[in-house]
T-cell receptor, first 113, second 114 residues
Framework: AQSVTQLGSHVSVSEGALVLLRCNYS??????LFWYVQYPNQGLQLLLK??????LVKGINGFEAEFKKSETSFHLTKPSAHMSDAAEYFC???????????FGKGTMLLVSP | GAVVSQHPSWVICKSGTSVKIECRSL??????MFWYRQFPKQSLMLMAT?????????EQGVEKDKFLINHASLTLSTLTVTSAHPEDSSFYIC??????????FGPGTRLLVL
């Protein structure tokens, strides 16, 4: 079985501040890991994915995430938050690219001016 | 690239009627599509996995006779909510998996059953 834990249902940062969204996973096999962003009343957009290649993964909109096997973590970061980053972020895990995704409960990122 | 569309984006219907939602991969072929349901302020719950040309695989607790899924081509999957009731009101999101093992999501369909 696989699972995802996202610490913090809400994270608030000021514009220009560092963004850190936490994700820990549980998987019995080497995982594939994903971060998706969801804006209100919209579907999910892929930010980045880890598929057993480089442990530091760069995504769109300046986001990146680092796979740390020893910590079973895949935290999402961005050096400087923009107002447009305010959205809900979901971490997801799968056994392989051909298996189903298991999502975390999501973290709402709030960005204040 | 990797665009997935859904139609309609929202629908209001009377209790007891059926509603069909379409999911299309616009610029790639998807042998596998997925249907999710999302309740307000909650995560996505996988309802079923749809494979082109075969029967869908439903998750535990999802009524296959209520949520009919058809995946007739490599770019189209449909979800039909039969005899809809108010408790079926939700946000339904589909995704399509490309050849590089990544799921791309549609914009969602909001269903309100009166």
């Amino acid at each position: 079985a696989q699972s995802v834990t996202q610490l913090g249902s809400h994270v608030s940062v000021s514009e220009g501040a560092l963004v850190l969204l936490r994700c820990n996973y549980s998987s019995s096999v080497p995982p594939y890991l994903f971060w998706y962003v969801q804006y209100p009343n919209q579907g999910l957009q892929l930010l980045l994915k880890y598929t057993s290649a480089a442990t530091l993964v760069k995504g769109i909109n300046g986001f990146e995430a680092e796979f740390k096997k020893s910590e079973t973590s895949f935290h999402l970061t961005k050096p400087s938050a923009h107002m447009s980053d305010a959205a809900e972020y979901f971490c997801a895990v799968s056994h392989s690219g051909y298996s189903t995704l298991t999502f975390g409960k999501g973290t709402m990122l709030l960005v204040s001016p | 690239g990797a665009v997935v569309s859904q139609h309609p984006s929202w629908v209001i219907c009377k209790s007891g009627t059926s509603v069909k939602i379409e999911c299309r991969s616009l610029d790639f072929q998807a042998t596998t599509m997925f249907w999710y349901r999302q309740f307000p302020k909650q995560s996505l719950m996988l309802m079923a996995t749809s494979n082109e040309g075969s029967k869908a695989t439903y998750e535990q607790g999802v009524e296959k006779d209520k949520f009919l899924i058809n995946h007739a081509s490599l770019t189209l999957s449909t979800l039909t909510v039969t005899s809809a009731h108010p408790e079926d009101s939700s946000f339904y999101i589909c995704s399509a998996r490309d050849g590089e093992e990544t799921q791309y999501f549609g914009p969602g369909t909001r269903l309100l059953v009166l």
